[in-house]
């Protein structure tokens, strides 16, 4: 089974759950921008969180199936429809040999993800599926690609609930290495700060910009280059702060204010452009204990998911569907009970 590629966005990568360990080899992991979003398609299709599934920047694309195929599609919302007819978001829908599935742009957040029922199955590399762009590891989605679909049927008919991590909000952070080198005053104003997304971001980091001044730490020109992270919060000689993300360097010599949680860098990737975000700090024992709660939401996640109630209107052959069963007489005086 496979998907055709007829018309696709920019930046639209093939992503699973990326590569640990090799971060002493110059490369960073890499992976789905938002986890939350993988989880999710993986419930509503009832198989592994590790499948690869399509990750859409901003734009989708139209595809087309070689053979019938159960899907899901998640993150960002995106206008969507299978041979024309509108198809619900965060939702999992059979897509007959033939059909074609149309995504639009998004409507709010970054990043939406197309899965298959048996994960799209490009060959791994070290372990994984995920295309590293910064490292040339793999390269985007083209026209005329034709996208492998792995072994597996997967389900379909289901919805889980769209958490709300659209549209920015807070962020949490721990204090890092790297903290210190910044003054108390620097630290309190930075949590108090309210930033918006600014309009460079890609896989690797995204710029926030504010209103003040910008941030600076002691002997800032001195500082040796350290491992670094998703979710370190870089300060630039300009004093605008970077939110490293999945295709981050592995090394860096910028000074780190903070670090954001990866539980938060979900919220934090589908910020859009001119989204508002704030910091909060919380101690490092706060942290693990919102992580662990993360990661026993997401392994509920299939416990979530209920069935789609169809709209009527969206029912192009309605008629065809058999909604009574029996025998009404309209002559019948028998007890209504």
């Not at 990326?18 to 009832?46: K, M, T, V």
Request: proline share 4%.
């Amino acid at each position: 089974m496979s998907l055709r590629v007829l018309r696709i966005g920019p930046a639209c990568t093939i992503q699973d759950q990326g590569r640990a360990s090799y971060l002493d080899h110059g490369l960073s992991r890499a992976g789905a921008a938002d986890l939350i979003a993988l989880h999710e398609g993986a419930a509503l299709l009832g198989q592994s969180s590790q499948f690869a599934a399509l990750e859409m920047a901003g734009m989708g694309g139209e595809f087309e199936a070689s053979q019938d195929m159960c899907i899901a599609l998640t993150g960002a919302p995106m206008a969507c429809a299978i041979d024309g007819t509108s198809a619900a978001w965060n939702a999992s829908h059979q897509l007959m040999k033939g059909q074609r599935l149309s995504l639009g742009a998004v409507s709010r957040g970054s990043y939406g993800y197309l899965h298959v029922g048996g994960g799209i199955a490009t060959d791994p590399f070290l372990g994984s599926r995920a295309v590293h762009l910064t490292a040339k590891v793999g390269q985007v989605v083209a026209v005329g690609d034709i996208l492998p679909v792995g072994q597996g049927t997967g389900s379909t008919g289901k919805k889980v609930t769209l958490s709300d991590r659209f549209q920015g909000g807070t962020l949490r952070a721990v204090r890092s290495f790297q903290s210190d080198l910044f003054d108390g005053t620097t630290l309190s104003r930075f949590e108090q700060t309210d930033f918006t997304r600014g309009p460079r971001a890609n896989r690797m980091g995204m710029q926030l910009e504010s209103g003040g001044g910008g941030f600076s730490a002691k002997g800032q020109l001195n500082i040796l280059s350290e491992v670094i992270t998703p979710g370190d919060i870089q300060m630039t000689g300009t004093g605008n702060p970077f939110i490293l993300l999945n295709e981050c360097q592995t090394t860096g010599g910028y000074p780190r204010i903070a670090t954001v949680l990866p539980c938060d860098l979900p919220r934090a990737v589908q910020t859009p452009a001119g989204g508002a975000i704030r910091f909060q700090f919380v101690t490092l024992e706060e942290a693990v204990e919102l992580q662990a709660a993360f990661m026993r939401d997401l392994a509920m996640l299939p416990s979530k998911v209920e069935p789609l109630v169809r709209d009527p209107h969206d029912i192009s052959d309605l008629l065809s569907y058999q909604l009574i069963s029996g025998v009404i007489s309209a002559a019948d005086k028998g007890d209504p009970k």
